[in-house]
């Protein structure tokens, strides 16, 4: 089976190019959702991040969010010793789903892809961009957050340059019909070398 990474800074439209390859017929793995649900399901994620965070990490049986992400969004020992607990969890998740589709190819969006050492697992990586002011005018708009945070959340990022210098397709996620049209182009490309 074909591994295509899938990734891009926040705000670049991952989740809406992700969307493309589904509505063409390709499986996709959206690794940030299965994180979440593992760190509300798995008891084992579950005591280690309140040992990590204290009981705060989570309200109920539901993650704290605001109280996570002020801290590892802050403080870089928490957000790797928080994905160090999460990802391993996350990838065998991953290996198991994928042999279970039938398809040419499956998509992995990771938005940290290249950063957590993913992109060497992937056959092929496909990178969205935007440019960093539609970005933030994006989040704003969809997150109900603040400018700080989401500079934050960018410096915990690969930048777009280094990214694509290790992508081999890029998608300018801009206007949505010429995306829509590199995701049928790449689609095309991927499928010639299945």
Same mark, same amino acid.
């Given at each position: 089976?074909?591994?295509?990474?899938?990734?891009?800074?926040?705000?670049?439209?991952? &989740? &809406?190019?992700?969307?493309?390859? %589904? /509505? +063409?017929?390709?499986?996709?793995?959206?690794?940030?959702? /299965?994180?979440?649900? %593992?760190?509300?399901?798995?008891?084992?994620?579950?005591?280690?991040?309140?040992?990590?965070?204290?009981?705060?990490? =989570?309200?109920?049986? /539901? %993650?704290?969010?605001? #109280?996570?992400?002020?801290? +590892?969004?802050?403080?870089?020992? =928490?957000?790797?010793?928080?994905?160090?607990?999460?990802?391993?969890?996350?990838?065998?998740? #991953? *290996?198991?789903?994928? %042999?279970?589709?039938?398809?040419? =190819?499956?998509?992995?969006?990771? $938005?940290? !892809? #290249?950063?957590?050492?993913?992109?060497?697992?992937?056959?092929?990586?496909?990178?969205? &961009? $935007?440019?960093?002011?539609?970005? +933030?005018?994006? !989040?704003?708009?969809?997150?109900?957050?603040? =400018?700080?945070?989401? *500079?934050?959340?960018?410096?915990?990022?690969?930048?777009? *340059?280094?990214?694509?210098?290790?992508?081999?397709?890029?998608? *300018?996620?801009?206007?949505?019909?010429? &995306?829509?049209?590199?995701?049928?182009?790449?689609?095309? /490309? +991927? !499928?010639?070398?299945?």
């Amino acid at each position: 089976m074909i591994i295509v990474g899938l990734t891009g800074g926040i705000g670049s439209g991952k &989740t &809406t190019v992700a969307k493309q390859f %589904l /509505e +063409i017929g390709i499986p996709v793995y959206i690794a940030d959702e /299965e994180a979440k649900r %593992l760190m509300r399901r798995s008891k084992i994620i579950k005591r280690k991040l309140i040992k990590l965070f204290g009981k705060e990490a =989570y309200v109920g049986e /539901e %993650l704290n969010k605001p #109280f996570l992400a002020n801290i +590892i969004f802050n403080d870089k020992n =928490y957000l790797q010793k928080m994905n160090a607990i999460v990802h391993p969890k996350v990838a065998r998740h #991953f *290996e198991k789903w994928v %042999l279970k589709q039938e398809a040419p =190819y499956v998509i992995k969006e990771v $938005a940290i !892809l #290249f950063e957590n050492g993913g992109h060497n697992t992937c056959d092929f990586v496909i990178t969205v &961009t $935007a440019p960093i002011e539609t970005r +933030i005018k994006r !989040l704003l708009k969809r997150d109900n957050t603040s =400018y700080e945070k989401i *500079e934050a959340i960018m410096k915990n990022q690969w930048t777009d *340059e280094e990214k694509v210098k290790q992508s081999h397709f890029v998608i *300018e996620n801009i206007e949505l019909e010429n &995306t829509k049209k590199q995701v049928v182009k790449i689609h095309k /490309e +991927i !499928l010639k070398k299945a």
